[in-house]
Nanobody
């Protein structure tokens, strides 16, 4: 059974950078679409970015385009989210999620992912 564990969160000033990692275990991730979600205090959870199983298709929400970059290393069972030029509105708990059936592409909604990590806090504040 697939398990996901996020790491790399923390407190950064505006304009700073963080790289989140998501370590997968239990099964290979080659066939899974992976996404990063986030939930800010008092707000609903939102999809931030997704990446297809091969890594050749990605989707970003407008607010992070040009600042965030998702990548994956299937051989290492790792997924990464590089976050640059962080803004206070990026403050949230970030979740890594995986699903075998969902499509990651610009014209597709994020959908409901099947497997979730426990989440990690990212705080952007001066």
């Amino acid at each position: 059974q697939l398990q996901l564990v996020e790491s790399g969160g923390g407190l950064m000033p505006p304009g700073g950078s963080l790289r989140l990692s998501c370590a997968a275990s239990g099964v290979i991730i080659d066939y899974y679409t992976i996404a990063w979600f986030r939930q800010a205090p008092g707000k609903e959870r939102e999809g931030v970015v997704c990446i297809s199983n091969s890594g050749d298709s990605t989707k970003y929400i407008d607010s992070v385009k040009g600042r965030f970059t998702v990548s994956r290393d299937n051989a290492k069972r790792m997924i990464y989210l590089q976050m640059n030029n962080l803004k206070p509105e990026d403050t949230a708990v970030y979740y890594c999620a995986a699903d075998l059936d969902l499509v990651c592409a610009e014209n597709y909604a994020f959908g409901t992912y099947d497997v979730w990590g426990q989440g990690i806090q990212v705080t952007v504040s001066s």
